[in-house]
């Protein structure tokens, strides 16, 4: 069983940067695919980024290209996402996941191919 901690979240305002952090326990996920997920009060989970097991394949949703980054280290069992020119619609609470596939597929945007998830870090964007 893996257990998944994010930290790095907080209270930024809009044009700021933020890099979240996601430590894996218990079992490696150097074998997995890695997403970034997020969910804002009174909405649906929603994708935000994956990266494949080796790291060469990343991919976002529209909403987040070319302000955020998802990385990781699997010597270290991390992944990381780098946010940059925050807006308030980035305002939400954002959760690492564990994906059931190595590799980013059609289906990585969909959360039941994700099969263990972090408690979430609070991401907070001031206008």
């Known amino acids: 069983q893996v257990q998944l901690v994010e930290s790095g979240g907080g209270v930024v305002q809009a044009g700021g940067s933020l890099r979240l952090t996601c430590a894996a326990s218990?079992?490696?996920?150097?074998?997995?695919?890695m997403g970034w997920f997020r969910q804002a009060p009174g909405k649906e989970r929603e994708f935000v980024a994956a990266?494949?097991?080796?790291?060469?394949?990343?991919y976002y949703v529209d909403s987040v290209k070319g302000r955020f980054t998802i990385s990781r280290d699997n010597a270290k069992n991390t992944v990381y996402l780098q946010m940059s020119s925050l807006t308030p619609e980035d305002t939400a609470v954002y959760y690492c996941?564990?994906?059931?596939?190595?590799?980013?597929?059609?289906?990585?945007?969909?959360?039941?191919?994700?099969?263990?998830w972090g408690q979430g870090t609070q991401v907070t964007v001031s206008s």
């Open positions: 996941a564990k994906a059931l596939s190595a590799h980013i597929t059609g289906t990585s945007l969909r959360t039941d191919q994700y099969d263990a």
């Open positions: 218990g079992r490696t996920t150097s074998n997995s695919a």
């Open positions: 990266i494949s097991w080796s790291g060469v394949t990343t």
